[in-house]
């Protein structure tokens, strides 16, 4: 018995850290995708509306796959779940091979949909997942929270790949050439068939391994009821719309660093105090998972939520260093929020724990939505003020931990 206790143990550890390399992996998709924005708009000579439609198809795509993702797990299991999820992203990067053949924007568009809806499998399944590993709700948080650490690993990952075989391979195009042309859309399918290849590789081992159902997380009753059952729940409920205005601030916040620090005219590279952001919010994660050890992920979330909301407002009316310190340490405070929102969100949530899942992983069309306004508010005013649409979507933030709190409250009391 005590010889069969460790190799458990081992199993469940080899098991958390290949589930742990898929949100590496999706990481790695949301930023290579945004650099295709202006890697497009250079090779294809397109407008920024054009360019718009691929972070609109990223997006959609997570909205669109996500409920019928929870259908799939319930119908074949995690494991199948994420073999599909993994199928569906090397799927849609191996496409990106005739995208580049017809030299077809809207075959890229295609590609990107498919891979992204891979994406959005893979965290229908991976994040709940994650949490149903442990029985006490704080472990299974601080489990969620170190398994996300590495989403922005993934995203550095991204980033510094299509800098050095996308972005860095982008020629002049004062005279149009077909042939800079097909070496410039060759070098962006290159990068995405080989992470395409990964995912392949990850599916196999997938394959081979035992992938334990802990709990199953669904309802036997039809989708209304168990849809009702779920929004009868208030951590639930305000969770959704947590989530949904968080979204929209990391997608807000880091879309517009590059613009803002060349507003402020700092003496300082755009693109360093982006990659600090990322730094930052990934230190940050590993930061707040020990934290964990000692605090409520509750009180924690409120400090994030507040000091994000302080430091938004630095943004805005501030200047010079000020600024730039302030964006790095937002990206610090964003770092523990949508992992502890999705936990405490599902919290008590029983077999009806997946669907919840699914839903929560649809508020992710949130980030396809402040940020147009924030664009809106940029254009009319400036960039700097734009900053008030990430300290709204905060202040939603801090009202949830806030809630989060009283009910917490209520429990212990009882």
């Known amino acids: 018995m005590a010889t069969d206790r460790p190799a458990s143990h081992r199993k469940k550890t080899i098991l958390f850290i290949i589930i742990t390399s898929l949100f590496f992996f999706w990481g790695m998709a949301n930023n290579m995708t945004d650099t295709l924005l202006s890697a497009f708009k250079h090779i ?93 709700s704080v472990k299974a948080l601080r ?3 170190l398994a996300q650490a590495f989403n922005p690993v993934g995203s550095i990952s991204g980033i510094l790949m299509s800098k050095f075989f996308i972005l860095d391979n982008l020629q002049d195009h004062s005279n149009p050439n077909p042939e800079i042309i097909r070496e410039e859309l060759d070098s962006v399918t290159i990068v995405y068939a080989g992470v395409g290849e990964v995912m392949l590789v990850v599916m196999v081992l997938l394959l081979f391994m035992n992938v334990p159902n802990f709990s199953n997380g669904f309802a036997d009753m039809p989708f209304v009821k168990s849809a009702k059952l779920l929004f009868s729940k208030r951590n639930f409920r305000f969770g959704l719309v947590a989530e949904f205005f968080y979204l929209g601030a990391q997608i807000g916040v880091w879309s517009f660093i590059v613009k803002t620090v060349q507003e402020v005219n700092a003496d300082c590279e755009p693109s360093k105090i982006y990659l600090m952001a990322f730094v930052s919010f990934t230190f940050a994660r590993f930061f707040f998972t ?21 430091l938004s407002f630095v943004v805005m009316f501030g200047d010079g260093i000020s600024v730039l310190i302030a964006l790095s340490a937002i990206s610090f405070c964003m770092s523990l929020m949508f992992p502890t929102i999705f936990g405490t969100a599902l919290e008590n949530t029983g077999n009806n724990r997946q669907l919840g899942a699914s839903m929560l992983i649809m508020s992710i069309i949130g980030g396809s939505f402040f940020p147009s306004i924030q664009s809106v508010i940029a254009e009319k005013l400036t960039f700097q003020f734009s900053y008030i649409v990430p300290a709204v979507c905060f202040a939603v933030v801090t009202a949830y931990s806030i809630s989060l709190t009283s009910l917490w409250k209520m429990e212990t009391k009882n």
């Open 44 to 136: 294809l000579e397109m407008t920024d509306t054009q360019t718009s439609f691929i972070q609109f198809a990223f997006y959609a795509a997570y909205f669109c796959f996500a409920l019928p993702a929870a259908y799939l797990i319930k119908c074949y299991g995690y494991k199948n779940g994420m073999i599909f999820g993994l199928l569906f992203y090397a799927m849609g990067s191996m496409l990106f091979f005739p995208a580049a053949g017809f030299s077809s924007y809207a075959f890229y568009l295609i590609a990107i949909y498919i891979m992204s809806g891979g994406c959005s499998i893979l965290e229908t399944v991976a994040n709940p997942y994650i949490l149903s590993m442990e029985t006490d």
């Open 143 to 145: 489990k969620l929270n």
């Open 290 to 310: 020990y934290l964990m050890k000692y605090f409520q992920p509750h009180i924690l979330l409120l400090i994030a939520g507040i000091s994000a909301l302080i």
